[in-house]
T-cell receptor, first 110, second 113 residues
Framework: EDQVTQSPEALRLQEGESSSLNCSYT??????LFWYRQDPGKGPEFLFT???AGEEKEKERLKATLTKKESFLHITAPKPEDSATYLC???????????FGKGTRLHILP | NAGVTQTPKFRILKIGQSMTLQCTQD?????MYWYRQDPGMGLKLIYY???????DKGEVPNGYNVSRSTTEDFPLRLELAAPSQTSVYFC????????????FGDGTRLSIL
């Protein structure tokens, strides 16, 4: 069964304390992996698309990487405004099915 | 360019009532989606459409109906509201082709009492 698992469920960090969020997947025929940010009361906002193992993308304090089985979202020296839920989604199969993980709630303490 | 617009933002319904959640996009996207998001459960696909006149069921379609008469609009209909349909509903769209990200609206928070 196709599955996307994110860990941890929640993470509290001090401002400036770097860490990584994990997204592991088991799917047939990966077409792409997406990272989104979701603020309370808002819809998910697109961050990155990764297509193939070894690929990396960066945006400000965020860096996303991809292997054959998982993706990491590295956050370097985070600030309180980086607090949000981060969602991972995988597009796979001949029907381009999109499967979301349950998300990681990130809280950055000032 | 407003992106994906959902109305209403909030709604309270009584059990057995009906309503339509509206979704419109101005990006000329062929693909549109309806999701529900429950606490700790992630996004679950209700229905999707690959173009005007074409719709298909997702993971949790029971109790809902959709139509797609235009490229821009993709309304979601609840015919007989049940407490289990209390959730936040998100509409999304994307352009045709693999590896294209979805663009989301800001959701409709629905409570069934």
């Amino acid at each position: 069964e196709d599955q996307v698992t994110q860990s941890p469920e929640a993470l509290r960090l001090q401002e400036g304390e770097s860490s990584s969020l994990n997204c592991s997947y088991t799917v047939s025929g990966l077409r792409g992996l997406f990272w989104y940010r979701q603020d309370p009361g808002k819809g998910p906002e697109f961050l990155f698309t990764l297509y193939s193992a070894g690929e990396e993308k960066e945006k400000e304090r965020l860096k996303a990487t991809l292997t054959k089985k998982e993706s990491f979202l590295h956050i370097t020296a985070p600030k309180p405004e980086d607090s949000a839920t981060y969602l991972c989604a995988v597009q796979a199969g001949r029907d381009d099915k999109i499967i979301f993980g349950k998300g990681t709630r990130l809280h950055i303490l000032p | 360019n407003a992106g994906v617009t959902q109305t209403p933002k909030f709604r309270i319904l009584k059990i057995g009532q009906s309503m339509t959640l509206q979704c419109t996009q101005d990006m000329n996207h062929n693909y549109m989606y309806w999701y529900r998001q429950d606490p700790g459960m992630g996004l679950k696909l209700i229905y999707y459409s690959v173009g005007a006149g074409i719709t298909d069921k997702g993971e949790v379609p029971n109790g809902y109906n959709v139509s797609r008469s235009t490229t821009e609009d993709f309304p979601l209909r609840l015919e007989l509201a049940a407490p289990s349909q209390t959730s936040v509903y998100f509409c999304a769209s994307r352009i045709t082709g693999g590896n294209q990200p979805q663009h989301f609206g800001d959701g409709t928070r629905l409570s069934i009492l």
